[in-house]
């Protein structure tokens, strides 16, 4: 029987029986697979059981067994989030394929049930550390996996990420890395172990090494973009900027000609087909939300709606018969769910930014809560990433940075629960009793 599989049916043995006790656990253990889908790594029985559906209704059904708190919240991030499925439930009714929309509506109904379960079980400072650290391991091993990859094989061999789920693609994986890396940041700013710290640094960089080794011109132009954003907010512009360029220059020396070639046509677009059918997608996308509120639906991807609102100019070079995916989370959801799903799409991310930037107003030169600012400002880049980098991927359901903006969300309710760090600290361990090795870990989990 293979390792895999027994090691990840093990733990779920040992962890699911405590989700009824403390139904943070179960949050935790659904971040894992829904971020990693760490079965889909497997060979044998654990590959297709239905491990996410199991922790989820553990986790549902912990929520009343509980000894936690368990406190619903609907600030205007989550909000909007809400509206904007029950939006997309509207638009389901009317699609030209209902049944067919039906598969993607529940996954992602799924992912916003359980943001609004996260928010209402995550409350202490400990459980939002907890919650990252687990979205930047799960992420964190493709990053550490593909970088290696692209360092053994001279940049010449294009990363992908796992088999199913939302970043199997290259682009997908390379953007999912790059909006991760900031949360990474988070928490090497604000850990007091040096070793923990070091290998941050390393994730880090392998990550985005790995991003680049996907030749993800979309990943490459979020990078871009949160680059400016650290240099722009940096104290010391000009350190930053030298150690900028000189990475820079390192990083494209050491790519292969072939991944110059394929950045390249980010200038020469109007002569690479790939860009130019995102651009005929995008027409599409356009020409249903003028002609219907409720756009067409998830599954708009068929050839009978495109031979419909595809546009119809003679110097087209493309079959207005031919589906074509959107490529750009913004075009996505305008033609899935017209121009009131995109308003209430751009409103969850608009929100979300400004709650960030409240954090980051409310805790600047307070060092009791020195981490709250350093979220605010981490979480804000990653939402950078995600807006540049989705303009060219169909990602707008994607799980991650529903999870960047939850993060502010519980972080901005634990500062307002306690102006000031009114938890108590988690005790240092005796000086002269020595600890076992349980309560090392213990600690160390707890203050990582």
């Not at 992908?160 to 970043?167: A, C, K, T």
């Not at 850990?191 to 710290?197: A, F, G, I, T």
């Not at 805790?363 to 981490?371: E, F, H, L, Q």
Request: hydrophobic share 55%; glycine share 8%.
């Amino acid at each position: 029987m293979p390792l895999r599989d027994l090691m990840i049916a093990g733990l779920l043995a040992i962890t699911l029986p405590m989700v009824f006790r403390h139904v943070y656990v179960g949050v935790l253990l659904w971040t894992w697979i829904s971020m990693m889908a760490p079965h889909k790594l497997t060979y044998g029985f654990m590959h297709s059981a239905p491990i996410a559906a199991v922790v989820g209704l553990a986790t549902l059904v912990g929520l009343l067994t509980t000894r936690d708190r368990v406190k619903f919240m609907f600030p205007p991030p989550l909000l909007f989030a809400a509206l904007f499925l029950t939006w997309t439930c509207i638009t389901t009714a009317f699609a030209f394929f209902p049944a067919d929309s039906m598969g993607d509506l529940d996954r992602f109904f799924k992912i916003v049930l359980m943001v609004l379960v996260s928010a209402a079980v995550l409350h202490t400072r400990e459980h939002i550390r907890l919650f990252i650290w687990v979205v930047v391991l799960s992420l964190g091993l493709y990053g550490v996996k593909g970088g290696i990859y692209t360092i053994l094989t001279g940049g010449s061999g294009r990363v992908w990420g796992p088999p199913g789920g939302f970043i199997e693609g290259n682009n997908e994986l390379a953007l999912a890395l790059i909006v991760t890396v900031p949360l990474m940041n988070f928490l090497r700013l604000t850990s007091p172990y040096k070793l923990v710290r070091q290998g941050l640094v390393a994730m880090m960089g392998l990550s985005i090494i790995s991003a680049a080794g996907s030749q993800s011109r979309g990943a490459f132009l979020a990078m871009i973009a949160m680059a400016f954003v650290l240099w722009w907010r940096s104290p010391r512009k000009l350190p930053g900027a030298i150690v900028g360029v000189v990475g820079a220059f390192a990083l494209l020396a050491f790519m292969p000609q072939s991944w110059h070639e394929r950045m390249d046509t980010i200038q020469t677009y109007q002569d690479d087909g790939s860009a130019m059918g995102r651009i005929h997608a995008w027409q599409t996308a356009i020409n249903v939300a003028n002609d219907r509120v409720v756009g067409a639906g998830y599954a708009m991807y068929d050839p009978f709606v495109f031979a419909i609102y595809s546009p119809k100019d003679s110097d087209s070079k493309f079959d207005a018969g031919i589906a074509r995916a959107a490529h750009s989370i913004y075009f996505q959801v305008l033609g899935e769910h017209g121009y009131i799903g995109l308003f209430l799409f751009l409103m969850v991310w608009l929100t979300g930014w400004r709650a960030a930037a409240r954090l980051r107003k409310n805790s600047r030169d307070k060092p009791d809560i020195a981490w709250l600012f350093q979220l605010g400002g981490m979480t804000q880049v990653s939402l950078v990433g995600f807006a540049v980098g989705g303009a060219f991927l169909s990602l707008a359901y994607f799980d991650l940075p529903y999870n960047v903006v939850l993060a502010v969300v519980l972080a901005q309710r634990w500062r307002a629960e306690r102006a000031t760090l009114a938890e108590k600290p988690v005790e240092p361990l005796p000086v002269k009793v020595r600890p076992t090795f349980a309560r090392r870990l213990i600690y160390w989990i707890r203050t990582a």
